[in-house]
Nanobody, 123 residues
Framework: QVQLVESGGGSVQAGGSLRLSCEYSRYKYTRHCMGWIRQAPGKEREGVAAVITGGETSFYADSVKGRFTILQDSAKEMLYLQMNSLKPEDTAVYYC????????????????WGQGTQVTVSS
């Protein structure tokens, strides 16, 4: 069974940075789409970033372009989200996900999800 475990969330002031990590294992395909999805209270899930493992193509939501970077280490089965210039509107639970037939930031494409890590940005 696919396992996805996020870490690295926390509280930070606006303008600060955080780096989220996702350890994944037991996925049957070597190359697959992995992404970060977030959900703020009372809002729908929003795809933040996605990447094909072992590849160079990445996808970003317009709201995070230029501030967030999705990084991967396929050998270690790790996915990261480097978040800079954080804003209060970035406050959400962030999920690591995989299993998408089409790689992109559309949340419904992803079949497997971690349990999430909370990110809180204060003004």
């Amino acid at each position: 069974q696919v396992q996805l475990v996020e870490s690295g969330g926390g509280s930070v002031q606006a303008g600060g940075s955080l780096r989220l990590s996702c350890e994944y294992s037991r996925y049957k395909y070597t190359r697959h789409c992995m992404g970060w999805i977030r959900q703020a209270p009372g809002k729908e899930r929003e795809g933040v970033a996605a990447v094909i493992t072992g590849g160079e193509t990445s996808f970003y939501a317009d709201s995070v372009k230029g501030r967030f970077t999705i990084l991967q280490d396929s050998a270690k089965e790790m996915l990261y989200l480097q978040m800079n210039s954080l804003k209060p509107e970035d406050t959400a639970v962030y999920y690591c996900a995989t299993g998408a037939d089409y790689c992109g930031t559309t949340p419904r494409y992803f079949a497997y999800w971690g349990q999430g890590t909370q990110v809180t940005v204060s003004s």
